[in-house]
Nanobody, 117 residues
């Protein structure tokens, strides 16, 4: 089991930037990848970005070129640098951990990102 704690959200004007952080605790040694998801009101949760244990990254089409995912020196931390934010980026952002068996089936509390126009 893993505990996931997200932070760094807030209210920002369109065009601004935020940096989200996530720390995982518990079963972290077998984590293969970590990712960021988001869920806007009335919408399904969507995958925003993934980073593998060897640093390979992948992004959703809507955030390519604006968001950057990175991992800290500790294997259990991941960041999301969000630039050129748009009102449609408004959502609760969650991180998650991927194991050989798939994504962890629990969620942290998330962090709210609100982008005003």
């Amino acid at each position: 089991q893993v505990q996931l704690v997200e932070s760094g959200g807030g209210l920002v004007q369109a065009g601004g930037s935020l940096r989200l952080s996530c720390a995982a605790a518990g079963s972290i040694f077998s984590i293969n990848a970590m990712g960021w998801y988001r869920q806007a009101p009335g919408k399904q949760r969507e995958l925003v970005a993934i980073i593998s244990s060897d640093g390979m990254t992948n992004y959703g089409d809507s955030v390519k070129g604006r968001f950057t995912i990175s991992r800290g020196n500790a294997k259990n931390t991941v960041y999301l640098q969000m630039n050129s934010l748009k009102p449609e980026d408004t959502a609760v952002y969650y991180c998650n951990a991927q194991y050989s068996s798939g994504w962890y089936n629990g969620w942290g509390q998330g962090t709210q990102v609100t982008v005003s126009s």
